[in-house]
């Protein structure tokens, strides 16, 4: 799919009241070390430093949606593939025990989903690793960015932001 084709489709799904469409159309709000992945379904980033560790990924729909159930199977499909393929980026570049997925939309209301690596040494696990706050510095963000650019396979390395 061209990135052309891309931000066609882009246009005809998005809603202007929602912040993460807003984003995706203006551009705006980058992530730290810009897109990870930017497919027909899928925009991957760092998450913004003040609520990650480093290696934090956030992954957001391009289609205006909310839930897992208002995927289509194809998107269901893909971002089955698409974890896959960022687990296995992220597990080497910070050596985390466990990657944590976490998809809430309860403040924003546009399907967007959170990996947080825990490392083995932290010994909180599950919701109470998931409970307390996350934070890191912009170079840490943007570092951990390209370390795990560089892991991640050729298909899903389509943009580099």
């Known amino acids: 799919m061209t990135q052309d084709h891309i931000a066609a489709q882009d246009r005809i799904t998005q809603r202007r009241d929602c912040y993460y469409c807003a984003k995706h159309r203006t551009g705006e709000d980058a992530p730290p070390g810009g897109w990870l992945v930017a497919d027909g379904d899928w925009l991957v980033g760092h998450g913004p430093a003040h609520m990650s560790v480093p290696g934090t990924l ?3 729909s391009r289609r205006h949606f909310t839930d897992f159930a208002d995927m ?13 393929s960022l687990y296995r980026a992220v597990s080497p570049v910070t050596g985390a025990e ?4 976490l998809a ?9 989903a959170w990996l947080y690596p825990r490392a083995a040494d932290d010994p909180r696990r599950g919701t ?7 934070e890191c510095t912009d170079a840490d963000a943007q570092a951990a960015a390209a ?9 899903a390395r389509e943009a580099h932001g």
């Open 104 to 112: 809430t939309m309860d403040y924003q209301p546009h399907f967007h």
């Open 58 to 60: 956030r992954i957001e």
């Open 72 to 84: 289509t199977d194809a998107e269901a499909a893909s971002f089955g593939l698409l974890l896959a």
């Open 128 to 134: 109470a690793f998931l409970h307390h706050g996350f």
């Open 147 to 155: 370390a795990i650019r560089s892991h991640l396979a050729p298909p």
């Open 98 to 101: 466990r990657i944590h997925l």
